[in-house]
C-alpha cells in the first residue's frame, strides 16, 4: 500500500518534481520505500510459505509412520479391510504439501503482471530530445520562439509557426481562452513538452543543446494548481533547493 500511494503521489507531482530538478530525490525515495515494502513482504511471504510446508511435513511424517505400523498389523491379521481402506486415505495426505506450493502460483502470476506493467512506465524513454549537453553556468534570461510549431496532437497545432522575442528582465503577459496555450509556452520553456518544428533560443542557444538537468536548475515555474508532497510544511518549501 505504500508503494502504491507513493507512486500515485509521484505521478501527482512529476511536474513539480521536474520543475525543481528533484527527479533523483523522487527516484530514491521510490527505492528506499520499495525497499521497505519488499523487506516486509519477504519477512510475510517466508513465515507463509514455512508454516505450511513445516505442518505438511510433520503431518507426512507422522502419517508414514502411521502407514508402517498399519500394514504390519494388517499382514498380521491384527487389522481389518477399513483399516487398510484408512490406510490408502492417509496417503492422499502425503501430497498436502504440494497442494499449499501450487496454491501460490496465482499469486506469483499476478506479481509477474504487476511487475509487467511497472517497468514498462520505467523502460519508458523520453520523449525529450537533446542534441547537446551544455551546462549554463548563468542565464540571462533571453528567451525567444523561431517559427515554433507545437501540439500534443500531431494533426492539431496549438502553435503554428509562432514567434516571440522576450528580453531578459522584462515581464509579460499571455492572454487568452482557456485552451490557447498560455501554460504550454511555459511548459515548452521548462521542456516538459518535445515541439514539433521551429525552435526555443535561450541566451542565443537552442534549449535541445542545454544539458536538461542543468538548464532546469535555472528554470522556475509556479504551477496554476498547486500541489504538496506528504511531508512537512518546511521540506514542501525548500523543496525546490
Do not use: C
Request: net charge positive; no cysteine.
Amino acid at each position: 500500500a505504500s508503494v502504491n500511494a507513493y507512486t500515485k503521489e509521484s505521478f501527482s507531482g512529476i511536474q513539480i518534481a521536474k520543475t525543481f530538478r528533484r527527479e533523483k530525490k523522487v527516484y530514491n525515495d521510490f527505492i528506499q520505500v520499495n525497499n521497505q515494502s519488499y523487506k516486509v513482504n519477504l519477512k510475510r511471504a517466508f513465515l507463509l510459505n514455512a508454516i505450511f510446508p513445516t505442518l505438511g511435513l510433520i503431518q507426512g511424517f507422522v502419517t508414514m509412520l502411521l502407514i508402517l505400523i498399519g500394514s504390519n498389523l494388517v499382514i498380521e491379521g491384527f487389522v481389518g479391510v477399513g483399516e487398510l481402506v484408512l490406510f490408502i486415505q492417509s496417503i492422499n495426505l502425503l501430497f498436502f504439501p504440494l497442494l499449499v506450493i501450487a496454491s501460490f502460483w496465482p499469486m506469483f502470476q499476478t506479481g509477474m503482471a504487476a511487475s509487467e506493467r511497472i517497468f514498462a512506465i520505467i523502460d519508458t524513454l523520453p520523449l525529450v530530445v537533446q542534441n547537446d549537453s551544455i551546462e549554463p553556468s548563468k542565464l540571462k534570461g533571453e528567451i525567444e520562439f523561431k517559427n515554433l510549431s507545437f501540439g500534443y496532437d500531431k494533426a492539431k497545432l496549438v502553435f503554428d509557426n509562432f514567434s516571440l522575442k522576450i528580453n531578459p528582465g522584462e515581464s509579460i503577459a499571455l492572454v487568452g481562452h482557456t485552451g490557447a496555450g498560455k501554460s504550454s509556452i511555459a511548459k515548452l520553456i521548462a521542456r516538459f513538452y518535445e515541439f514539433q518544428g521551429g525552435d526555443i533560443l535561450v541566451d542565443g542557444k537552442s534549449i535541445k543543446d542545454y544539458d536538461l538537468n542543468e538548464y532546469r536548475k535555472h528554470v522556475g515555474i509556479i504551477p496554476q494548481t498547486p500541489f504538496l508532497w506528504a511531508d512537512t510544511v518546511e521540506n514542501n518549501i525548500k523543496y525546490g533547493r
